[in-house]
């Protein structure tokens, strides 16, 4: 039942199915498992004055009488049970747009269908690419794209009846950031894509979940980039790669499959192991195989399994009959088992050989925390890029492929090698240790660095200080050195700098001196870019500098940069008069600088701008900016908010969520959860509430770490289990942070930062 309300502000609901992953079973009697498939009749008996739709289109509607109406629809195709979908309400259709013949329509609430055109847009392009990437046409005659305003999951791919939050489907491009742009775009593809991955082609089994989700998400990727290629989505997608890093490099990680055993164990498989990291390794491979071999295998892999189940052995199986032998040595099964049932990833270490013209690769398992490491080897693709001196003294680049199956070998680049690339591009799930002297050679070289291996190498370097084997005094230089020196411009690599400034904020002690330090050391990193791109944005400028403009501006303005409170407040004097006056990518950094400062006046309009917001984005941005004011009264209001029926159940968890990663009011926050555990897991979706444990990841002030691990230590959530032990640990390696970082970085912050 999804609550909402109408444009005069009246309660209304509307009924909608969600299914995955065995839910089907308690909408009617049914095989609930993704290898029993069937053709699904659907029929319906609804109020005459609501409309409805499901997985195929309608064939018949005929009055009752009563104020009943029978809607019967044709039979869909032959499909798991998870995939079969109704929504019924006051709901309306845009006018369809045609992708290959088949009508494409965005329904929603009433009065919203203007907000699906982008929608739209991408939708058609992507059912047009993905039936020529799979050179398979989408199969069937109709494509409904649904928001649905109250809804426990992002978006579910029921087969052409796709569900979505509004937030995910709906958007005005004349007030929406690039960021909210991107957002929309890549979940239609994600969902079109498992139109292919997931119902014309089903797992077999829950364990094989990544087949489904790890490609939608690869080929969103693939559909953005073709259709945007301006947007540099693999460059963006490296963000998406270190989340999964992250949790991949703890002790209580997974593979990415694993046996499940019961319907919790299934519903815990929905994470960035599945989605991100499976992404990973299928661009890893592609790129190692070659971009049409393995489209000749996924064309290959969907024709064997057409309308039918298949596990990751038959994707290995139809990818080796058409791809030609890369190697004698090992097959893709040997390979990508590797990656696919073994936990963790590598780091590799790299060192001047004494063979002359080569170095040394050698791969360790990595882990933030120390322990019983197990002895663990990839079969490991590597790109490589180096630079030699020719005979005429001129540099070459050397571009060269190996592949790393032991703990350590030798590869040979050419003559008088002067310097090495590890993980050329960017692209491998693996992290890169230099020796010293390589490092430093790779730093004097960092113009010459893609934007995707500068990322990696401050993504690898801050991955190294949270597992101690870098000091915070180190990772401050380099970064200098990238953002002073390099003037840095990429915001994938902001997005490290900003969360590790954000961490090194919290584990160090508050006073006003800390706090003037740590903006100051803000100010350095950001003030050499944010000066090249100007506050206003420049005609021409790249999507990715607009955005940055609005990061570089955000981070200043919550560290507390008096220049930024100043132009926010200024800022929002215009935004009030006119909406479209501020640049659409700034208007976040405005919101949550002024939310960072706000009162009770502050808060008290921007609930009224939640209330009355004409998109769903405006909506959250005013609802998730109330989490980020600092006064304990204005804290309280938005907790109670999140249990009272105020905040919607698909937004309460993430809210809370927010108000906990408020180091102001953090342990006001968990008090309130604590005391409130019970109804918010009655209240909250499983997976909402999973994702609002995640905030015990900063909790790393003196007076709340003990009482979360405790607590979380007897509290739990279905289907979440291993993921609150993965923030337990996040948690831990945190503290461990604190505690050997702590006296040396207020002593940087204070003294020698300057000089760094």
Same mark, same amino acid.
């Given at each position: 039942?999804?609550?909402?309300?109408?444009?005069?502000?009246?309660?209304?609901?509307?009924?909608?199915?969600?299914?995955?992953?065995?839910?089907?079973?308690?909408?009617?009697?049914?095989?609930?498992?993704?290898?029993?498939?069937?053709?699904?009749?659907?029929?319906?008996?609804?109020?005459?004055?609501?409309?409805?739709?499901?997985?195929?289109?309608?064939?018949?509607?005929?009055?009752?009488?009563?104020?009943?109406?029978?809607?019967?629809?044709?039979?869909?195709?032959?499909?798991?049970?998870?995939?079969?979908?109704?929504?019924?309400?006051?709901?309306?259709?845009?006018?369809?747009?045609?992708?290959?013949?088949?009508?494409?329509?965005?329904?929603?609430?009433?009065?919203?269908?203007?907000?699906?055109?982008?929608?739209?847009?991408?939708?058609?392009?992507?059912?047009?690419?993905?039936?020529?990437?799979?050179?398979?046409?989408?199969?069937?005659?109709?494509?409904?794209?649904?928001?649905?305003?109250?809804?426990?999951?992002?978006?579910?791919?029921?087969?052409?009846?796709?569900?979505?939050?509004?937030?995910?489907?709906?958007?005005?491009?004349?007030?929406?950031?690039?960021?909210?742009?991107?957002?929309?775009?890549?979940?239609?593809?994600?969902?079109?894509?498992?139109?292919?991955?997931?119902?014309?082609?089903?797992?077999?089994?829950?364990?094989?979940?990544?087949?489904?989700?790890?490609?939608?998400?690869?080929?969103?990727?693939?559909?953005?980039?073709?259709?945007?290629?301006?947007?540099?989505?693999?460059?963006?997608?490296?963000?998406?790669?270190?989340?999964?890093?992250?949790?991949?490099?703890?002790?209580?990680?997974?593979?990415?499959?694993?046996?499940?055993?019961?319907?919790?164990?299934?519903?815990?498989?929905?994470?960035?192991?599945?989605?991100?990291?499976?992404?990973?390794?299928?661009?890893?491979?592609?790129?190692?195989?070659?971009?049409?071999?393995?489209?000749?295998?996924?064309?290959?892999?969907?024709?064997?399994?057409?309308?039918?189940?298949?596990?990751?052995?038959?994707?290995?199986?139809?990818?080796?009959?058409?791809?030609?032998?890369?190697?004698?040595?090992?097959?893709?099964?040997?390979?990508?088992?590797?990656?696919?049932?073994?936990?963790?990833?590598?780091?590799?270490?790299?060192?001047?050989?004494?063979?002359?013209?080569?170095?040394?690769?050698?791969?360790?398992?990595?882990?933030?925390?120390?322990?019983?490491?197990?002895?663990?080897?990839?079969?490991?693709?590597?790109?490589?890029?180096?630079?030699?001196?020719?005979?005429?003294?001129?540099?070459?680049?050397?571009?060269?492929?190996?592949?790393?199956?032991?703990?350590?070998?030798?590869?040979?680049?050419?003559?008088?090698?002067?310097?090495?690339?590890?993980?050329?591009?960017?692209?491998?799930?693996?992290?890169?240790?230099?020796?010293?002297?390589?490092?430093?050679?790779?730093?004097?070289?960092?113009?010459?660095?893609?934007?995707?291996?500068?990322?990696?190498?401050?993504?690898?370097?801050?991955?190294?200080?949270?597992?101690?084997?870098?000091?915070?005094?180190?990772?401050?230089?380099?970064?200098?050195?990238?953002?002073?020196?390099?003037?840095?411009?990429?915001?994938?690599?902001?997005?490290?700098?900003?969360?590790?400034?954000?961490?090194?904020?919290?584990?160090?002690?508050?006073?006003?001196?800390?706090? +003037?330090? =740590? /903006?100051? %050391?803000?100010?350095? $990193?950001?003030?050499?870019?944010?000066? *090249?791109?100007?506050? !206003?944005?420049? &005609?021409?400028?790249?999507?990715?500098?607009?955005?940055?403009? +609005?990061? =570089? /501006?955000? %981070?200043?303005?919550? $560290?507390?940069?008096?220049?930024?409170? *100043?132009?926010?407040? !200024?800022?929002? &004097?215009?935004?009030?008069?006119?909406?479209?006056?501020?640049?659409?990518? =700034?208007?976040?950094?405005?919101?949550?600088?002024?939310?960072?400062?706000?009162?009770?006046?502050?808060?008290?309009?921007?609930?009224?701008?939640?209330?009355?917001?004409?998109?769903?984005?405006?909506?959250?941005?005013?609802?998730?900016?109330?989490?980020?004011?600092?006064?304990?009264?204005?804290?309280?209001?938005?907790?109670?908010?999140?249990?009272?029926?105020?905040?919607?159940?698909?937004?309460?968890?993430?809210?809370?969520?927010?108000?906990?990663?408020?180091?102001?009011?953090?342990?006001?926050?968990?008090?309130?959860?604590?005391?409130?555990?019970?109804?918010?897991?009655?209240?909250?979706?499983?997976?909402?509430?999973?994702?609002?444990?995640?905030?015990?990841?900063?909790?790393?002030?003196?007076?709340?770490?003990?009482?979360?691990?405790?607590?979380?230590?007897?509290?739990?959530?279905?289907?979440?289990?291993?993921?609150?032990?993965?923030?337990?640990?996040?948690?831990?390696?945190?503290?461990?942070?604190?505690?050997?970082?702590?006296?040396?970085?207020?002593?940087?912050?204070?003294?020698?930062?300057?000089?760094?």
């Amino acid at each position: 039942l999804s609550r909402y309300k109408n444009a005069d502000g009246g309660a209304e609901v509307m009924a909608t199915t969600k299914f995955e992953p065995c839910d089907a079973r308690r909408a009617f009697p049914c095989w609930d498992e993704p290898a029993f498939k069937a053709r699904f009749k659907v029929s319906l008996v609804i109020d005459e004055n609501l409309n409805a739709i499901a997985n195929a289109r309608l064939i018949k509607e005929t009055p009752l009488g009563g104020g009943k109406k029978l809607l019967e629809f044709a039979p869909s195709i032959k499909m798991s049970s998870y995939l079969v979908a109704y929504v019924i309400g006051k709901i309306e259709a845009s006018e369809p747009v045609f992708a290959d013949g088949v009508p494409i329509r965005v329904w929603t609430v009433l009065g919203k269908s203007h907000l699906g055109a982008f929608a739209l847009s991408a939708a058609k392009f992507s059912l047009e690419y993905f039936a020529r990437y799979f050179k398979q046409p989408y199969p069937c005659d109709k494509l409904d794209l649904v928001a649905i305003p109250d809804f426990a999951s992002g978006a579910m791919e029921n087969f052409a009846c796709i569900t979505f939050r509004e937030t995910a489907l709906l958007v005005d491009t004349n007030t929406a950031s690039h960021t909210e742009l991107e957002r929309v775009a890549e979940v239609v593809m994600h969902e079109n894509a498992h139109m292919w991955f997931g119902d014309f082609t089903t797992m077999s089994w829950w364990n094989g979940l990544w087949l489904n989700e790890a490609f939608a998400t690869f080929m969103a990727a693939k559909s953005m980039h073709a259709w945007k290629p301006e947007w540099n989505i693999w460059d963006g997608f490296n963000v998406q790669r270190g989340v999964a890093m992250r949790t991949d490099g703890l002790c209580a990680t997974r593979p990415i499959e694993f046996p499940v055993g019961n319907p919790d164990e299934a519903r815990g498989m929905f994470d960035v192991l599945t989605y991100q990291k499976g992404c990973a390794i299928l661009r890893m491979l592609e790129l190692f195989l070659g971009e049409d071999e393995f489209q000749s295998g996924i064309v290959n892999y969907l024709e064997k399994h057409a309308f039918g189940n298949a596990d990751t052995s038959d994707l290995w199986a139809a990818l080796e009959e058409v791809v030609k032998p890369f190697s004698k040595a090992i097959s893709i099964t040997d390979l990508m088992n590797t990656w696919v049932f073994q936990p963790g990833y590598p780091v590799v270490t790299v060192a001047e050989s004494v063979v002359s013209g080569s170095v040394t690769l050698k791969q360790t398992i990595f882990r933030y925390m120390e322990g019983n490491l197990p002895a663990t080897l990839w079969h490991l693709p590597v790109h490589l890029r180096a630079t030699v001196s020719g005979e005429n003294g001129k540099p070459t680049v050397i571009e060269k492929v190996v592949l790393l199956s032991k703990e350590s070998e030798t590869f040979y680049l050419g003559e008088n090698l002067s310097s090495v690339v590890v993980n050329s591009g960017g692209h491998g799930f693996y992290r890169v240790q230099y020796e010293t002297n390589l490092r430093q050679k790779v730093l004097d070289n960092i113009g010459t660095l893609t934007a995707g291996e500068r990322f990696n190498l401050v993504n690898d370097l801050w991955a190294s200080v949270q597992s101690g084997q870098t000091s915070v005094r180190d990772y401050l230089a380099m970064i200098g050195i990238l953002t002073c020196v390099h003037a840095e411009l990429d915001i994938n690599v902001f997005s490290v700098i900003n969360a590790s400034l954000q961490i090194l904020r919290r584990i160090t002690p508050r006073d006003d001196d800390n706090a +003037g330090a =740590l /903006l100051n %050391l803000a100010r350095d $990193f950001a003030g050499t870019a944010l000066n *090249k791109l100007t506050v !206003k944005a420049q &005609a021409g400028e790249s999507p990715q500098h607009a955005q940055l403009r +609005g990061t =570089l /501006l955000m %981070l200043l303005g919550t $560290f507390g940069d008096p220049i930024v409170i *100043k132009w926010a407040k !200024k800022t929002y &004097a215009q935004y009030k008069v006119d909406k479209t006056s501020v640049d659409t990518n =700034l208007v976040g950094a405005m919101v949550e600088t002024l939310a960072n400062q706000g009162d009770t006046a502050q808060y008290d309009e921007f609930v009224a701008r939640k209330d009355t917001a004409t998109t769903p984005q405006e909506e959250q941005r005013f609802l998730f900016a109330l989490a980020s004011f600092r006064d304990s009264s204005l804290a309280a209001r938005t907790l109670a908010d999140c249990i009272n029926g105020a905040v919607r159940t698909q937004d309460a968890p993430f809210v809370v969520r927010n108000v906990l990663m408020n180091a102001t009011t953090a342990r006001q926050a968990f008090d309130f959860v604590q005391a409130n555990w019970e109804k918010m897991a009655s209240l909250y979706p499983a997976s909402g509430l999973s994702r609002m444990c995640e905030a015990i990841t900063t909790m790393v002030g003196d007076d709340v770490a003990d009482d979360a691990r405790a607590f979380f230590a007897t509290n739990t959530v279905k289907g979440g289990e291993k993921a609150l032990k993965q923030y337990v640990e996040q948690l831990g390696i945190a503290l461990q942070l604190k505690q050997r970082e702590r006296g040396d970085l207020q002593d940087l912050l204070l003294s020698a930062y300057q000089d760094v």
